[in-house]
């Protein structure tokens, strides 16, 4: 071996390709991570309410669609429409897991007001005495 020359240890990983992995996994991650939002396609009506705070768990989502079609964001398949006693069921196995998790209505702007109280009237036959109602903060 050449005087001057230092040799390199076999111990040193080479970690530049590790880096290309990871930055492309970062932004695969950031393309489809709003893509796994709730696939129920709801438009909030407007109004100036106070957000949850912060502290709180994170709230049941129940979603009312243009059609009246019920949605629950808990279980296997949170996009497709729920019947109203299966929707009751899980409410009410989930309230007696967690009794003080808040639920939330989350209704279309265009349906019906009789609809977003029929599924007020199933949670409340699933035990849950307080419920929210979502809105989107006014455009200004």
Request: a neutral charge; hydrophobic letters at 45%; proline letters at 10%.
């Given at each position: 071996?050449a005087?001057?020359?230092?040799?390199?240890p076999?111990?040193d990983?080479?970690v530049v390709?590790?880096?290309?992995?990871m930055?492309v996994?970062?932004?695969i991650?950031m393309i489809?991570a709003?893509l796994?939002?709730?696939?129920?396609e709801?438009?909030l009506?407007?109004?100036?309410?106070n957000?949850?705070?912060?502290?709180q768990?994170?709230p049941?989502?129940v979603?009312?669609d243009?059609?009246?079609?019920?949605?629950?964001d808990?279980g296997?398949?949170?996009?497709?429409?729920?019947?109203?006693?299966?929707?009751?069921?899980?409410?009410a196995?989930?309230?007696?897991?967690?009794?003080?998790?808040?639920?939330?209505?989350r209704?279309?702007r265009e349906?019906?007001?009789?609809?977003?109280?029929?599924v007020?009237v199933?949670?409340?036959?699933?035990?849950?005495?307080?419920?929210g109602?979502m809105t989107e903060?006014?455009?200004?």
């Open positions: 071996m005087a001057g020359k230092k040799r390199r076999m111990s990983i080479n390709p590790y880096i290309d992995v930055l996994l970062l932004i991650f489809t709003p796994l939002q709730q696939g129920v709801i438009e009506p407007q109004a100036a309410a957000p949850l705070p912060p502290d768990h994170e049941v989502v979603s009312v243009k059609t009246g079609d019920f949605y629950l808990i296997d398949a949170p996009d497709k429409p729920i019947d109203a006693q299966l929707l009751v069921n899980r409410v196995a989930v309230r007696q897991l967690k009794p003080n998790i808040p639920v939330l209505v209704g279309d349906v019906g007001y009789g609809s977003v109280v029929d007020m199933l949670l409340q036959k699933a035990g849950i005495e307080k419920v109602l903060q006014p455009e200004k």
